[in-house]
Every structure is written in structure tokens, then in C-alpha cells.
């Protein structure tokens, strides 16, 4: 429940933790494992589209008992103005599981349902995505248009944001009406996170938004219940990436109110300040779908209204758009 003296969550400008993105490869979005016996690693993608839906897809392993025990989960989530119309999932056998550790490919009872590689004509990262879960499905590509990264974070895992932005098209399918989308979506995957994660970990916010040049990958890992680890990097364009130093973040999550027996924020405000940036963006919670993982951890997906700006090397740019994020609690 929630501690009446704390009002707010806010990010530690006085970590001592930096992230430090650098480049990828494409085997980074292969299948990596981990030595870990009990560890979690996915593959996660959204979008959010012209025509007022939005989507997430994944394909998570969990490993529970290591090479005895491995469950394998896909999701998808369909939305409209924010609103869950649908939330598939379905489990696999480990034995059902394929993916490349060179590439990104992975196969789900011989149905190929990721499929990643560079196109030739321009050296982009294109996706080919096939989900379907019972009378839903998606058939999307992903042509990137950002440059991806790669980095630990403070409790060893890896997190890879392969697509910071990606244009996307294709269909989703709902109850059998085929529905043509476009729009923007992302990609990212994580690796070795391991059973020690949520001891030591409260929980982290995660999120990011789409400026027309410009792109903010953000996130706040809690160590606990209301200070945590700012992570902030900027992607341009065609373009290379800018990571923002913890000193240099401002983040706080307020607005708190009881939602599934907990006390979440509905509203936050990310601001950053450096020689060369100044960002400053406003976020309202518009919808939320809640669902548990592994039966005892919270996971909120929000929808979530972005105004604000951010001004780099003295070009400026305004925001006023709707995006996904997300907020997990271990504890």
C-alpha cells in the first residue's frame, strides 16, 4: 500500500551507475541464453498506427529449471484509442522453440514468427513479424530508421533497443475483419535477466517518444519503491545516438492513485539538461492495461499522452502525441 510521507516517484541524480550504450550487430538480436539457471529473455515490439490502434507483440523464454524447465510465452495486444480489444497469449514447449543465435529468427512450432535481417538497397534493419494467436494476428514489417544500441544495466542484464523507431505496415486481424495499418513502432530485446533481478530491483518505468527528428528512449530502474536509476538516450534521425548522464535527468512520476491494490503514478515529467539538450516533455496517463506476470509481479501498460519539446544544437521541436509505455513492479 501506498507510504503517506512519499508522494511521487523520482529519479537518483546521484547515481553512481552509467549506462553506456554502444552499437549492434545483428547477432545481438539472435538467442543468447544465459549460465544462470533461472533467468528471462524476450523479444518485445509495438507500434503505434495512423488509424488509432496500437499493438504489442513478444516472445518471452522463461527459464525456471535450467534446460528442464523452459516455458515459452507470446503475446499480442490489440488496442484501439487506447482501449485493449484484444490480449492473447499462448505457451510453448521449449521443444517448439527455434532461434537463431546469428540472427534474428525465431520459430514457434515451425512457424516462423520473427524474421530480421539488413536490406541491401540501404542497409536498414527490416523486420518481417507473423503473430497469430487463436482469431488474431498480425503480419507487420519493420523498416528501421534510427541507428539501435546496446548496453547493461545495473543489475548485469543486457537491454538492446534494436529499432529506436521503425515505420511500419502490414495487417492486424481482429475476429476475422482485416485491418491495414501504418505508423511508427519500436524494438528492443533483452538478455541474461536473471531470477536475482526482482530481489534486488523494486521495479522500472520504461517508455520512449517520437519527436519528428529526434527519438528518447527512456527508462528508471527502481532499487526501491520511489528513488531509481535514470537511463536516457536520444536517437536522431538517419543519425547517430547521445547518451544523457543520471546528473543531467530530471524524472518524476506523480499523481498517485490505487490501481489492482497499488498506488501508481498517472502522470510524469522528463526533463533533461545539457550543453547541447534541452528536453522538457509532459506525460498523462490516457489508458491502462494491467496483467501479472508469473502470477505475483505487476505490469501496467500505459497509453500515454506526450506534450513537450526538445531543443538540440539550437534546433527545436515540439511534441503533442500519443505513445506506449510501461511500468513493472517485482516487489
Known amino acids: 500500500m501506498k507510504d503517506k510521507s512519499i508522494e511521487s516517484y523520482k529519479s537518483n541524480t546521484e ?61 499480442l495486444d490489440i488496442y484501439k484509442d487506447g482501449n485493449l480489444l484484444q490480449h492473447n497469449k499462448k505457451r510453448y514447449s521449449f521443444k517448439n522453440f527455434k532461434a537463431s543465435r546469428d540472427f534474428p529468427k525465431v520459430k514457434l512450432a515451425d512457424m516462423q514468427v520473427i524474421k530480421g535481417d539488413i536490406d ?12 497469430k494467436i487463436k482469431d488474431t494476428s498480425a503480419n507487420l514489417r519493420f523498416e528501421g530508421c534510427t541507428k539501435g544500441w546496446k548496453g547493461t ?29 501504418q505508423g511508427l513502432g519500436y524494438h528492443d530485446h533483452n538478455w541474461d535477466v536473471r531470477g536475482s533481478a526482482a530481489k534486488i530491483n523494486h521495479g522500472w518505468f520504461w517508455g520512449k517518444i517520437n519527436f519528428k527528428s529526434y527519438i528518447i528512449t527512456w527508462a528508471i530502474i527502481f532499487k526501491n519503491r520511489f528513488l531509481g536509476q535514470p537511463l536516457l538516450v536520444i536517437n536522431e534521425n538517419d543519425n547517430g545516438y547521445m547518451n ?34 534541452t528536453l522538457h516533455v509532459k506525460m498523462k496517463l490516457l489508458k491502462i492495461h494491467h496483467v501479472k506476470i508469473m502470477l505475483k509481479h505487476h505490469y501496467w501498460r500505459y497509453h500515454i499522452s506526450c506534450k513537450g519539446s526538445i531543443i538540440v544544437n539550437s534546433k527545436k521541436e515540439n511534441i503533442d502525441e500519443t505513445h506506449i509505455a510501461e511500468f513493472i513492479m517485482f516487489k
Open 244 to 277: 544523457i548522464k543520471p546528473e543531467n535527468i530530471k524524472f518524476i512520476g506523480d499523481d498517485l492513485r490505487l490501481e489492482n491494490r497499488n498506488y501508481i503514478p498517472h502522470q510524469f515529467l522528463l526533463e533533461a539538461n545539457t550543453e547541447n539538450v
Open 153 to 181: 544495466n545495473p543489475g548485469g542484464d543486457w537491454w538492446a533497443v534494436i529499432l529506436p523507431r521503425a515505420i511500419v505496415n502490414g495487417i492486424i486481424k481482429i475476429d476475422g475483419k482485416e485491418i491495414n495499418v
Open 120 to 131: 541491401k538497397t540501404n542497409g536498414n534493419l527490416v523486420y518481417d513479424l507473423s503473430f
Open 15 to 75: 547515481s553512481s551507475f552509467l549506462f553506456l550504450p554502444r552499437d549492434i550487430s545483428l547477432d545481438d538480436d539472435g538467442f543468447h541464453g544465459s549460465e544462470a539457471s533461472r533467468f528471462t529473455e524476450w523479444w518485445y515490439f509495438d507500434g503505434v498506427f495512423d488509424n488509432g490502434y496500437s499493438i504489442q507483440m513478444s516472445v518471452r523464454l522463461l527459464s525456471i529449471i535450467k534446460k528442464r524447465l523452459v516455458l515459452i510465452f507470446q503475446r
